[in-house]
């Protein structure tokens, strides 16, 4: 039921590729979706975050696309470079109490140039 | 500058030995968090304080301990019980009440036990 479940584990594609990466839910109480990115030896900065009353939400190249019937949510990154090569993490929560983070397991992403 | 701090960066540790890990905030926030991260996992929960003198286990906890005597500051004690000590501490905060629940990191502390 505290599950957050990430896929892919890594992920390589050519500059300007379309990554994209998913993650399932089960704890149908969440309302709070965040990604975090993680370059090497830093600690992860929020990248984006979503509620379930919004299908999509876009920051810059950045884009959160959410399905609340399936309970899966997705990142997307347009026009991808090197230098969004990074761990990203989904994470779920319930906003307000304890605001503890449920994390999935992270996707390793490689652009190449 | 606001932020969060974590120091030390590099830690070594003796088998047997308590080590401390410490995490300061300037940013005025309630709570915060330890997180620990192993190579090809996600972050797992140690320990969370939301407010002063208070604190809760997560889902690791043990072979753990913290305090929380100030607002600011949060130090993870990784004592002798803790058999697979190795790994990356990340130290979060947050802001109770916000409307996101968005926790900022620090840069994390790297624990390896010779």
């Known amino acids: 039921q505290q599950q957050v479940k990430q896929s892919p584990q890594s992920l390589i594609v050519q500059k300007g590729g379309i990554p994209i990466i998913n993650c399932a839910y089960e704890n149908t109480a969440f309302d709070y979706f965040p990604w975090y990115q993680q370059f090497p030896g830093k600690g992860p900065a929020l990248l984006i975050a979503?509620?379930?009353?919004?299908s999509e939400k876009k920051e810059g190249r950045f884009t959160i696309s959410f399905n609340k019937s399936a309970k899966q949510f997705s990142l997307h990154i347009m026009d991808s470079q090197p230098g969004d090569s990074a761990t990203y993490f989904c994470?779920?929560?319930?906003?307000?109490?304890?605001?503890?983070?449920?994390f999935g397991q992270g996707t390793t992403l490689q652009v190449k140039p | 500058d606001g932020g969060i701090t974590q120091s030390p960066k590099y830690l070594f540790r003796k088998e047997g030995q308590n080590v401390t890990l410490s995490c300061e905030q300037n940013l005025n926030h309630d709570a915060m968090y330890w997180y620990r991260q192993d190579p090809g996992q996600g972050l797992r929960l140690i320990y969370y304080?939301?407010?002063?003198?208070?604190?809760q286990k997560g889902d690791i906890a043990e072979g753990y301990s913290v305090s929380r005597e100030k607002k600011e500051s949060f130090p993870l004690t990784v004592t002798s019980a803790q058999k697979n000590p190795t790994a990356f501490y990340l130290c979060a905060s947050r802001l109770a009440g916000s409307t996101w629940n968005e926790q900022f990191f620090g840069p994390g502390t790297r624990l390896t036990v010779l």
């Open positions: 994470a779920a929560s319930l906003s307000g109490g304890t605001g503890k983070l449920i």
């Open positions: 979503i509620r379930p009353d919004v």
């Open positions: 304080s939301q407010i002063v003198n208070d604190f």
